[in-house]
């Protein structure tokens, strides 16, 4: 069974930038069957796509948020990043990592959730 | 305000059927049969009901079922329990530039 798991701080400063980690069990990152995403979730409100990699490092961003999005995968520890530059208290939000099937957009499985708080 | 249109809150009593809808526009869920639903329990992260409008990831109850009309497609849950209780999210592929909407999310209430 396909598990994720996200890692990184919980708290960030305005204007820093937010640093996560999936960590990907239960099946290669390399796999051909899965792209792999972040989406996340202000408290309270609805979800958000943020973007997806390939294990190629092929990526698809959300235009909102392109200019400030880094996508990368790491294959040799299973593990795919997200880097979200220049956040503000707007970025505060639940980030889930996912698989995502056979494409950008069909989010399989997903990580527990990881908060991350901006705030000085 | 989100790209898709879903109610906010539908309420139903066990045993029963109820449907929630999808709304978006002839470049998203018009265009494509890339529609996925989701579920979500409070506290916890969603999960793959429906994707490509209709099919069900194994393990998925029979019970959620898909379909798509125009731009509007729409989740039905039959024989209601109260652990459907949850909240619903719908997305779509929207092209090659925006890629994925979502819609607002709609609370079920279970009677």
Known sequence: QLQLQESGPGLVKPSETLSLTCTVSGDS???DTYYWGWIRQPPGKGLEWIGSIYHSGSTHYNPSLKSRVTISVDTSK???SLKLTSVTAADTAVYFCTSVLGSVFRFHHWGQGSLVTVSS | QSALTQPRSV???PGQSVTISCTGTSSDVGRYDYVSWYQQHPGKAPKL???D???R??????RFSGSKSGNTASLTIS???AEDEADYYCNSYAGSY?????GGGTKLTVL
């Open chain 2, 57 to 62: 990831p194994s393990g998925v109850s029979d």
């Open chain 1, 29 to 31: 990152i390399s796999s």
């Open chain 2, 98 to 102: 925006t890629f994925v909407a979502f």
């Open chain 1, 78 to 80: 299973n593990q795919f």
């Open chain 2, 79 to 81: 024989g209601l329990q």
């Open chain 2, 53 to 55: 409008v209709i099919k």
């Open chain 2, 49 to 51: 009901l429906i994707y």
């Open chain 2, 11 to 13: 309420s139903g009593s």
